[in-house]
């Protein structure tokens, strides 16, 4: 193996085939999140973010993470989870290096971008607002397009064209002061700014920006206080003639619950639809996609995925993508077998479920490495005690619950459901690394 990045992909790839209790979003959130650091004779080190999620993984994850690795190296391994520091950063990334460069937010430019008939005005007009084309140079981009507001259902490349306009626009000016952001990551900082009395922090950081791209802006909608605070940032950057790029699932004029002079705003400048891409298109992004992960793909096996994934762009890259990790673990070449087979997978995975009850019990208890029955038990061991209160937060949240609903659910007294939502809250507020863990949830919950 030529690096222990090898040997990490490949433990995970074991853990995926060997336990199919572990739920994706559970593998991604505490296991593809660590970072390989270095092997010491039996020990493997790998970096993880904070002692929240090293505490998760000791606790539910060790014994899996040393069977995946001793099933790659041939014998018997330790692992030991380190806290990711300036002091081991550098070491990692430099071991890191070796390894193909992952396709993060780095790779999300223009250049990346397959353009087709059914996002090439989206495609264009963030061009202009990105200073990248003819349209900027002959017209005002900064009047014209201000707001820009970008909608589409999921997985067609929204965010990839913000991505696309913050990584030209710091190319072009390095020292420009540029967010990207989401509608429920704004609505979070504004909560913690609000629980930790740091408001002028949280005015200061939004409303100096240059470049403010807030991907999925519905999440605000019938937040009324997050809706007062991004009006006024709105406000205040529009005036100072500063630009904003806005992305929704639909049109503002259908986002239920947003305020009437908030969608006025978003009505000043442009609205620009992305719709599902035609068939054309689809094989241009799977061949593009197979390139930049370095995969030999047939027109044939190109041409199956895509007429078989029509809708969704993220449907048609994890397909390329799970190909890819799975000719490189059973060294295999691609096949129409193979393809036929990853593309039901792929459409399996990504069928929207219902929001059940009994799912975001399971979804949490799969999360914190524990069991439905035990989320519902009397335990009160602090893992168990926490994934409660996240399911009791997440049943009123996302289904809309009442408090006697939810007791009556997990066979708890009414009342002190009520403390248990405002405690987690309260945490929530305070503790970053457990924001994003019910972050995590309600995208999964919400996107599968």
Do not use: C
């Not at 913690?192 to 991907?215: C, I, Q, S, W």
């Not at 009437?260 to 094989?283: C, H, K, N, W, Y």
């Not at 799977?286 to 027109?299: F, M, P």
């Amino acid at each position: 193996m030529d690096s222990l990045n090898e040997v990490f992909e490949l433990a995970i790839k074991y853990i995926e085939a060997n336990n199919e209790n572990i739920s994706s979003i559970a593998l991604n959130k505490w296991i593809r999140n660590l970072e390989p650091y270095k092997l010491e004779g039996s020990t493997i080190m790998l970096l993880t973010n904070s002692d929240f999620d090293r505490n998760i993984i000791t606790a539910h994850y060790s014994d899996v993470l040393a069977e995946a690795f001793e099933n790659v190296l041939g014998f018997p391994v330790k692992t030991e989870l380190l806290i990711r520091s300036k002091d081991t950063a550098g070491e990692a990334a430099a071991d890191k290096s070796e390894a193909p460069a992952p396709a993060h937010f780095e790779m999300l430019t223009f250049e990346t971008f397959v353009k087709g008939k059914s996002n090439e005005l989206a495609y264009a007009f963030s061009m202009a607002v990105a200073g990248n084309n003819e349209m900027s140079s002959s017209i005002n981009t900064n009047q014209t397009f201000n707001p820009l507001f970008i909608y589409g259902d999921s997985g067609l490349g929204k965010t990839h064209l913000l991505k696309a306009i913050e990584n030209e626009v710091k190319r072009k000016n390095p020292g420009i002061t540029i967010i990207y952001t989401t509608g429920e990551n704004f609505l979070n900082e504004f909560i913690a700014a609000l629980t930790n009395k740091t408001t002028t922090e949280f005015h200061n950081k939004y409303r100096g920006a240059d470049f403010l791209l807030v991907d999925d802006i519905q999440f605000i909608a019938g937040k009324e206080t997050a809706q007062e605070e991004f009006f006024h940032t709105f406000n205040d950057l529009y005036n100072a003639r500063k630009q904003i790029v806005l992305t929704a699932d639909i049109a503002p004029s259908k986002i239920n619950l947003l305020e009437g002079r908030i969608r006025s705003r978003f009505a000043l400048g442009v609205q620009v639809d992305i719709q599902p891409p035609d068939f054309e298109t689809r094989m241009a992004i799977v061949k593009r996609k197979a390139e930049l992960v370095g995969l030999q793909l047939g027109d044939n096996i190109a041409r199956l995925i895509a007429e078989k994934i029509k809708t969704n762009i993220r449907q048609l890259e994890g397909t390329v993508n799970k190909m890819k990790g799975l000719t490189e673990f059973t060294k295999e070449a691609p096949s129409m077998a193979m393809a036929q087979k990853v593309i039901k997978e792929i459409m399996i995975e990504n069928h929207p479920q219902e929001i059940t009850v009994d799912r975001i019990i399971t979804e949490t208890a799969n999360m914190f490495g524990i069991t439905a029955d035990d989320i519902r038990s009397t335990n009160r061991s602090k893992n168990i005690s926490l994934a409660r209160k996240v399911t009791i937060y997440l049943l009123k949240e996302i289904k809309g619950l009442t408090y006697l609903e939810i007791g009556n659910v997990l066979g708890k007294n009414h009342s002190t459901m009520t403390i248990h939502y405002q405690n987690i809250s309260e945490k929530m507020a305070a503790n970053a690394d457990l924001r994003q863990v019910v972050e995590d949830l309600t995208k999964n919950l919400k996107n599968n």
